[in-house]
């Protein structure tokens, strides 16, 4: 039997009208960060999640102007070689839900998926937190931290990490959930996000991949919740959170993550002519 590939789904369509795009006229994945685009630090931090790249592969789906105008997707495909797929947008969608299941020919499928934002970092331990969702044996999971704040989602945990309910942009619990879901099965989070669309469980017009974690409960479903240290998990959802990780790195003296798809493979070039 194959071993099975963890799909890596990041939904980055979407734009945020926290950034002025006269002071941040590039799209947010492209948003500088410690000196280089956001999206790459984020593809190193979800690199760490398998022991061999050979068992990951990107999805992302992007806006078809942002890589007409931007040339989005050549920087992707740079920072995964060979191990990313690319899809493009012609027009809005109503949420990450919706425009996560444009990627549905990818992820419609038994393999584990990952779905995560693309303005956020969650260090360090990503890989254990993975392997320890996977080893709960649950059919779905997230990663949380404590908050209160109406800007995030959250979900309601009883027991040992046992999720009875997700909400979007209101606080139901002080488990936030830190921009990180996980699926044992791809087809699992297909069907419930069909559902969730079919039954029109959205906020504000908007469809969120928080709410699929409802259909899965009333399914019968196992849904998870990890807890993460505040100091942890870091987002980048404003230019201020961007000039504060900035500064504390800084200080702090603390190099980025540099385990990246391309790194590894100008590693082995390197060995293989020596």
């Known amino acids: 039997m194959s071993q099975q590939r963890i799909n890596v789904l990041l939904p980055m369509a979407g734009g945020s009208a926290l950034f002025d795009p006269q002071l941040y006229p590039y799209p947010l994945p492209l948003t500088e960060l410690c000196g280089k685009p956001m999206i790459e630090h984020v593809i190193n931090n979800l690199a760490t999640l398998a022991a061999s790249h ?99 989602s959250y979900v309601r945990v009883e027991g040992d990490g046992l999720v009875v309910e997700a909400a979007e942009k209101k606080p139901i619990s002080r488990h936030a959930i830190a921009g990180f879901y996980y699926f044992a099965k791809g087809r699992l989070f297909v069907e419930a996000a069909q559902r969730t669309v079919l039954n029109q469980s959205s906020v504000g017009a908007q469809f969120f991949v928080s709410l699929a974690f409802n259909e899965l409960i009333l399914d019968g479903k196992t849904v998870r919740a990890l807890t993460v240290p505040q100091h942890q998990y870091h987002s980048f959802y404003t230019p201020q959170r961007i000039e504060d990780y900035e500064r504390e790195r800084a200080r702090a003296n603390r190099p980025m993550l540099r385990i990246g798809f391309a790194a590894a493979a100008n590693s082995h070039a390197a060995s293989a002519t020596v």
């Open 54 to 152: 050979d068992e990951l592969r990107f999805i992302c789906v992007v806006k078809a102007e942002d890589c007409n105008r931007f040339h989005l997707d050549h920087t992707l495909e740079l920072l995964a070689p060979g191990r990313i797929e690319v899809v493009k947008l012609a027009a809005d969608t109503q949420g990450a839900l919706c425009s996560a299941l444009m990627a549905i020919q990818h992820i419609h499928n038994d393999d584990p998926l990952v779905i995560a934002n693309v303005d956020q970092l969650i260090e360090p331990g990503l890989k254990n937190l993975f392997a320890e969702l996977q080893a709960s044996g649950c059919d779905a999971g997230c990663l949380s931290f404590d908050a209160v704040h109406p800007r995030w």
